[in-house]
T-cell receptor, first 112, second 112 residues
Framework: GQQVMQIPQYQHVQEGEDFTTYCNSS?????IQWYKQRPGGHPVFLIQ?????EVKKQKRLTFQFGEAKKNSSLHITATQTTDVGTYFC????????????FGQGTELSVKP | DGGITQSPKYLFRKEGQNVTLSCEQN?????MYWYRQDPGQGLRLIYY???????QKGDIAEGYSVSREKKESFPLTVTSAQKNPTAFYLC???????????FGQGTRLTVV
């Protein structure tokens, strides 16, 4: 069954507000990836985190990987309407032959 | 252009019929994946393959079958045993296990 949990399922924000989505795994991950899916589209890769405690930034997006490599977060500062979409985390599980397991996703809507 | 191609984009079938969804990639990727996407449930892994002539079941493999006879191709058959086949199906590939995944445009299957 699903081993990567993501919250919240939905988030509605006013443009300019911050947004955070959280991802938790029941098992240690080899690495974690983040994807964005625009409405009507397919998931597009954003970033991969590999090291324990790793933090990476892409403009207004900040990605973190927990010390135990079981949780991760994506934070968007000052959201814009172009940020609309569903954000997925995806974990690569240790010792399971490259299995890439996705969280349920967080759907972000931004009110102008 | 390099990429991953799914066809068709929309597919309609009568209940009780098997249907095969096509997935082709020219990225020379070793790993390929099939996911099913339903509203509110994210992407659930059906099957994945790390190498030609080998594949593993994902979390929801019942009622589905795959083959990996060529590196470029990973077709998915939705059989009549799948109880609720209407969904959006996404195929993905990655250079090797654990690397970023590239997704096709998806096939929306409707069974009536």
């Amino acid at each position: 069954g699903q081993q990567v949990m993501q919250i919240p399922q939905y988030q509605h924000v006013q443009e300019g507000e911050d947004f955070t989505t959280y991802c938790n795994s029941s098992t240690t991950l080899s690495n974690i990836q983040w994807y964005k899916q625009r409405p009507g589209g397919h998931p597009v890769f954003l970033i991969q985190l590999v090291k324990s405690g790793e933090v990476k930034k892409q403009k207004r997006l900040t990605f973190q990987f927990g010390e135990a490599k079981k949780n991760s977060s994506l934070h968007i500062t000052a959201t814009q309407t172009t940020d609309v979409g569903t954000y997925f985390c995806a974990g690569v599980l240790y010792n399971q032959g490259g299995k890439l397991i996705f969280g349920q996703g967080t759907e972000l809507s931004v009110k102008p | 252009d390099g990429g991953i191609t799914q066809s068709p984009k929309y597919l309609f079938r009568k209940e009780g019929q098997n249907v095969t969804l096509s997935c082709e990639q020219n990225l020379n990727h070793d790993a390929m994946y099939w996911y099913r996407q339903d509203p509110g449930q994210g992407l659930r892994l059906i099957y994945y393959s790390q190498i030609v002539n080998d594949f593993q079941k994902g979390d929801i493999a019942e009622g589905y079958s795959v083959s990996r006879e060529k590196k470029e191709s990973f077709p998915l058959t939705v059989t009549s045993a799948q109880k609720n086949p209407t969904a959006f199906y996404l195929c993905a590939s990655s250079a090797r296990e654990g690397k970023e995944a590239f997704f096709g445009q998806g096939t929306r299957l409707t069974v009536v």
